[in-house]
């Protein structure tokens, strides 16, 4: 039963809209110079972390995605594309 909640709920959470603010600290991570690590890992919120971890990993799916897209396309030269697929 426990289990079913908390699908149930996992579900819900990822249909809901993004948090614009946390997704746009995400979005520049490092570039910003007042960017702090734990603005965006909360050490103190495993379900915050993984909401995070959540939206990285959408974020690197699409990047690989348009990646394979300009291989396909013929955009990257070959020596480019052989670097980025060691990234």
């Given at each position: 039963?426990?289990?079913?909640?908390?699908?149930?709920?996992?579900?819900?959470?990822?249909?809901?809209?993004?948090?614009?603010?946390?997704?746009?600290?995400?979005?520049?991570?490092?570039?910003?110079p007042g960017f702090?690590?734990?603005?965006?890992?909360?050490?103190?919120?495993?379900?915050?972390?993984?909401?995070?971890?959540?939206?990285?990993?959408?974020?690197?799916?699409?990047?690989?995605?348009m990646h394979e897209?300009?291989?396909?396309?013929?955009?990257?030269?070959?020596?480019?594309?052989?670097?980025?697929?060691?990234?």
């Amino acid at each position: 039963m426990n289990s079913d909640v908390s699908q149930a709920s996992w579900s819900l959470i990822k249909n809901l809209s993004t948090n614009p603010i946390l997704f746009k600290k995400v979005l520049v991570l490092d570039r910003d110079p007042g960017f702090q690590w734990s603005e965006i890992f909360d050490s103190q919120s495993l379900h915050k972390m993984l909401y995070v971890l959540q939206m990285v990993e959408a974020l690197l799916e699409e990047c690989s995605q348009m990646h394979e897209q300009h291989k396909a396309d013929g955009i990257y030269s070959e020596e480019e594309s052989f670097k980025l697929d060691w990234v």
